[in-house]
């Protein structure tokens, strides 16, 4: 049992910063979408759908994922996808959000890529004026496919340059190690974009090391396999590099037997800049909070100071600037002096 209230987990202001927006599209919305598009699906039922989400490793979800991902054609089908996702996140207390996004799941299907673009950035813009949510866009690109895909890609996106704040790599990790981006990731980097990339998910310590020394990247997304090289763990520990961990989708895709087993709490102790997120929240079992809550109702070792940190992490993590930031950290421990309070039976719940 978790030492940390539930309610004061999910009251806590955070930043989710791996979050696939193709990943938050719920059975019942991919059921709707296909109806509107006329596009047909290999199941007959949202039951039957959910029911094929149960994943022995990152590629059995891949290709569910990319199935999904089918229905979606149009502006208006981005943007309902994305702004079924600020919905929810603005319930969980997200204040700022990072969307990866993966054109090329889309342009290989016909559908342009300013298309994808403009329906995101207009389900960004209505979510901040509706709930107050920050967000940003970050261009992922899918590292089974070749490197002039992905120069392809980057291309087709300049120009709707400020639209998007960085990118990443996603998509099957083994036998796809980072260097073999090494050029696209040099040339995002000159032209001023933030580069993010999935490291040690079920890659080897050598893909973070590569990620770091070769792509240059600023965070690390999953990246708990860090675990097994002490060098490595003593290198993001000393640049407080941030992991982006998901703890549900380890659990759902088999990297944990069970969340008992989740190494979130040796990576938090050897003082990485670990934070929370969903990664596809519609396929592994929930949104920010029920992340939140999964994580520390499984691992007693984590407490108020571990959930304060977290939180924390995320805000230092993000690609904003440091009067938002402060902003956030003020924000955080007004939350939190109200719940320690309610707990302690100080002030009426
Ligand atoms: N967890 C994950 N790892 C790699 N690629 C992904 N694309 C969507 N989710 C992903
Ligand atoms: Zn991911």
Not at 60 to 70: K, M, P, V
Not at 73 to 91: G, I, T, V
Not at 194 to 202: N, P, Q, R, S, T
Request: charged share 20%; with cysteine.
């Amino acid at each position: 049992m978790t030492t940390v209230s539930p309610a004061l987990l999910c009251a806590l202001p955070k930043a989710e910063l791996h979050i696939h927006i193709e990943g938050s599209l719920e059975p019942e919305l991919i059921f709707a979408l296909a109806q509107r598009n006329g596009v047909a699906l290999p199941y007959d039922s949202v039951e039957a759908l959910r029911a094929a989400y149960a994943f022995t490793d990152l590629q059995s979800f891949l290709d569910i994922y990319y199935a999904g991902a089918s229905v979606l054609l149009k502006e208006q089908d981005f943007f309902d996808m994305a702004m079924a996702y600020f919905e929810r996140a603005a319930q969980d207390n997200v204040v700022h959000a990072e969307l990866f996004f993966d054109p090329q799941t889309h342009t290989e299907r016909g559908v342009p890529i300013g298309v994808v673009i403009e329906g995101l950035t207009r389900a960004r813009r209505e979510a901040q004026a509706r709930w107050g949510i920050s967000s940003a866009l970050i261009l992922c690109f899918l590292r089974h496919l070749s490197q002039a895909s992905a120069f392809e890609t980057l291309e087709a996106a300049l120009p709707w340059r400020d639209h998007f704040i960085g990118v990443g790599l996603d998509s099957s990790e083994l036998g796809h190690p980072p260097e073999k981006f090494a050029e696209v990731f040099a040339r995002c980097r000159e032209l001023g974009l933030h580069v993010v990339a999935h490291a040690g998910e079920e890659g080897p310590p050598a893909y973070i090391w590569s990620a770091l020394e070769v792509l240059k990247v600023e965070r690390i997304d999953h990246g708990v396999r860090a675990i097994e090289d002490a060098a490595l763990m003593q290198r993001l520990a000393a640049e407080r590099v941030p992991l982006t961990v998901c703890p549900l989708s380890n659990v759902k895709l088999c990297v944990y037997p069970h969340m008992s087993q989740h190494q979130l709490p040796a990576l938090l102790a050897a003082g990485l800049a670990c934070t929370i997120n969903s990664d596809d929240p519609a396929y592994f079992g929930g949104t920010m909070n029920a992340n939140w809550l999964a994580t520390f109702e499984a691992l007693p070792q984590l407490g108020l100071a571990e959930a304060r940190k977290l939180a924390l992490n995320s805000f230092e993590a993000s690609f904003v600037d440091e009067a938002t930031k402060a902003g956030w950290r003020r924000k955080l421990e007004e939350v939190l002096a109200i719940g320690v309070e309610v707990v302690n039976g100080t002030k009426p719940g």
